[in-house]
């Protein structure tokens, strides 16, 4: 699948979270947050559909209820890795580095942070037995 703009990945956002949504019903929760044309998203949601993010669920009369084809998680590990590749060359240690050394972390975001690593070490063992 090609990957997705800024934009539409605000867009996904709203089916992810939603579920099924017309083009008026998505135009209305982005309106609601910045200044945007009707046909401006309905532009974004006709390249959802040809890029296969969205497929179209029903219609009534003459609108079209679409649904999201692609599933959040693989497109978050998607735009990560290409986010790795490009900020730290493909090296997510820098990441992880640059992420603990942020003073912005709280002591719960690092107990979160524990719980995680300590989660993924059992997950490892147990598969390599």
Known sequence: MQELSTFELEVMHFFWEEGDLTGPDVYQRIADQRDV???TVKTIIDRLE???ALK???SYGRTIVYRAAIQR???KMRHLRRFIDSVFRGDSRELFTTLLHD???SLDDLGYLESLLVQKRHDKDEKER
Do not use: E, P
């Open 37 to 39: 044309a009707y046909t």
């Open 50 to 52: 040809g890029k296969g």
């Open 56 to 58: 179209r669920h029903r």
């Open 73 to 75: 998680g693989s497109t």
């Open 103 to 105: 003073d912005q972390l």
